[in-house]
């Protein structure tokens, strides 16, 4: 495994599409490894030229069995950074675009390697020309891509730095369009278990299941559908390839990050319930405080209103009103008394000549 440089400084972050080793994302970790590892064998003594390097980790697993790297990317950035990161006799790196390789002549490259990149480019075909251009004869194209029906269809997932991604039938096409020899192979991450030889013995058997689980019940499965398409291609003679590969942590790191996400999930989902239950809680207190608080109004001004009506100020006003309420009566009755009396003397008096 390569090595990083001791104090190297991280001059890229993960984004979430470019892997970086140090990556939260076990499963990506676990897909990205895996491809550079599995082409370990097909590269070694070649002169490699690794297309979207990216952080470098790849280029520098790479090195470890060809004869010599380079490794490209069209972001200065991540060429900064793995030059500052891995450092080997037998590797390099460079900024380059997959579809402009004229700084390499013809013919230089034993293998063309291309993970998780050809989705990324608009002009595919012109990918394809470069690299064809720059493999010597019988050299080896090593490119995966991700099967877009499982990948996103079937997810409703839409990577934004995808441009055209590609199905299992459109990426054969694309790749025998300019290659004699094809071969496909499915990847997808896995969990599960193994049993290893701890002596190995001649003539050992290779042995693998696969299994599903199906409602409260496990069955035997068949081969996967394929989540990414690993491809090796040539125009000479294919090198013999490995019916399937595997690889292990025995640390269980994705099983370790799947718990930290249902904890993650289950803390987040109690702290919103929590959040609720203190907002229904303030709620009632401001509403049992607006109803204290009228109440209190309500019997302020109650008292208010009987000590006006105690006063003997108000007992001395009720009093005026009543004499006032009596005046009517009696200005009636004087005019109703003085009427009698000026009838009473016009008849006394009689006519008048």
Do not use: C, K
């Not at 013919?107 to 480019?121: K, L, P, Q, T």
């Not at 199906?214 to 000479?236: C, F, H, K, M, S």
């Amino acid at each position: 495994m390569p090595t990083r440089r001791a104090g190297a400084p991280r001059l890229i972050d993960w984004t979430g599409e470019r892997l970086v080793p140090w990556a939260p994302d076990v499963q990506v970790v676990y897909e990205h490894f895996h491809r550079y590892l599995w082409a370990q064998p097909l590269v070694a003594g070649r002169r490699v030229l690794d297309l979207a390097s990216g952080e470098g980790f790849g280029s520098a697993l790479l090195a470890d069995r060809a004869h010599a790297v380079v490794g490209v990317d069209n972001d200065a950035r991540a060429i900064e950074h793995s030059r500052a990161n891995y450092a080997a006799p037998n590797l390099e790196f460079a900024v380059a675009s997959a579809d402009d390789l004229s700084a390499f002549p013809d013919s230089s490259f034993g293998a063309v390697v291309a993970f998780e990149m050809i989705e990324h480019v608009p002009d595919q075909e012109a990918v394809l020309r470069e690299v064809a251009r720059v493999l010597a004869p019988g050299g080896l194209l090593i490119v995966s891509t991700p099967e877009r029906r499982a990948y996103s269809d079937a997810t409703g997932f839409a990577n934004p730095y995808h441009t055209h991604e590609l199905t299992q039938e459109e990426f054969a096409a694309l790749l025998e369009s300019r290659f004699a020899d094809v071969a496909l192979f499915a990847q997808r991450a896995v969990t599960g278990s193994r049993i290893d030889a701890l002596e190995p013995r001649p003539g050992a058997l290779h042995h693998s299941v696969r299994i599903e689980q199906a409602g409260d019940e496990w069955r035997e499965a068949g081969p996967p559908e394929p989540l990414y398409i690993v491809a090796v291609a040539t125009n000479g003679t294919p090198p013999p390839l490995p019916s399937d590969s595997s690889l292990s942590d025995y640390g269980l790191a994705l099983v370790a990050e799947a718990r930290a996400q249902e904890r993650t999930v289950r803390d987040q989902r109690e702290a919103e319930l929590l959040a609720e239950r203190e907002r229904m809680i303030a709620e009632v207190n401001e509403r049992t405080r607006e109803r204290e608080e009228a109440h209190a109004r309500a019997q302020r001004a109650e008292d208010e209103a009987r000590r006006v009506t105690e006063s003997a100020s108000w007992r001395a006003l009720e009093r005026a009103r009543g004499a006032l309420g009596r005046v009517p009566a009696l200005e009636r009755a004087l005019r109703a008394v003085a009427g009698l009396a000026f009838r009473g003397s016009r008849r006394s008096a009689g006519p008048r000549d």
